[in-house]
């Protein structure tokens, strides 16, 4: 009798093994057939993006192709003595108390640099 109940308990503990770890495996599998799932759906993004990209570069390779002065600097310079000089930094007006506001500097002293 006793012999009967320890081999009854020795049985119960083998399939109660055997059913956890039958369940860690189903859990496994699930969870790698999600982040494959994930994987194929980032994969799918990443793949439309990159033709997207394509598509734009396409897109503006016609453009500069339809209109070739895009490519070519401008056939004059800015007049000299005008505002629209670019390159020339111009610092505020010492006596103007809000000219380094303007010219967008944070110390009166510094003025902004572009």
């Known amino acids: 009798m006793v012999g009967l109940l ?13 059913a956890d770890r039958a369940v860690k495996a189903r859990a496994r ?4 057939r999600e982040m ?3 994987l194929a759906a980032a994969t799918a993004r990443a793949d439309e ?8 570069a396409r897109a503006g390779a ?3 192709s339809v ?3 895009i490519n070519r ?3 004059t310079g800015p007049r000299a003595g ?9 610092p505020p007006d010492p006596r103007d108390p809000g000219a380094a506001e303007v010219a967008g500097s944070a110390h009166p002293s510094r003025p902004m640099i572009r």
């Open 6 to 18: 320890i081999a009854g308990c020795v049985s119960a503990a083998v399939v109660l093994y055997g």
């Open 82 to 90: 005008t505002d629209r000089d670019e390159g020339v930094i111009r």
């Open 49 to 56: 993006q990159a033709e997207q990209r394509q598509a734009a």
């Open 36 to 38: 494959s799932d994930r």
């Open 73 to 75: 600097p401008p056939l």
């Open 67 to 69: 209109m070739p002065a």
């Open 62 to 64: 016609a453009l500069t």
């Open 29 to 32: 599998a699930r969870r790698r």
